[in-house]
């Protein structure tokens, strides 16, 4: 189940990967309970490993159609955004990804 895959990605990467990881516990969606599915898709043929920054429209959609503004051609949620920790100052910093 998605569930039983949640939790078999946050136990193991806490351990394999754990910068991302702490960038995303600490983070808006690991504080929010956003689970690593929603963006990765589900463990096996759905999964993604970089992950589009489409997929954020699905709950961020305003932010996603303000993309279109001429401002930000050619930039995506992560030119800004640390794909775990999204907090815009990491990236900016030239923090860790």
């Known amino acids: 189940s998605n569930a039983a895959a949640a939790e078999s990605c946050e136990g193991c990467h806490a351990e394999v990967t754990p910068k991302p990881y702490r960038l995303w516990f600490d983070g808006r969606h690991g504080l929010m309970g956003v689970k690593c599915v929603v963006c990765h898709g589900s463990v096996g043929s759905g999964f993604t490993r970089k992950p589009k920054a489409d ?18 051609r050619g930039k995506s949620c992560f030119s800004c955004h640390d794909p775990h ?10 923090g860790a990804k």
């Not at 997929?55 to 930000?72: D, I, L, Q």
């Not at 920790?85 to 030239?94: C, K, M, S």
């Open 85 to 94: 920790a999204l907090n815009p100052h990491v990236a900016a910093a030239g």
């Open 55 to 72: 997929r954020c429209g699905g709950c961020h959609g305003e932010n996603a159609a303000a993309m279109s503004a001429p401002f930000f």
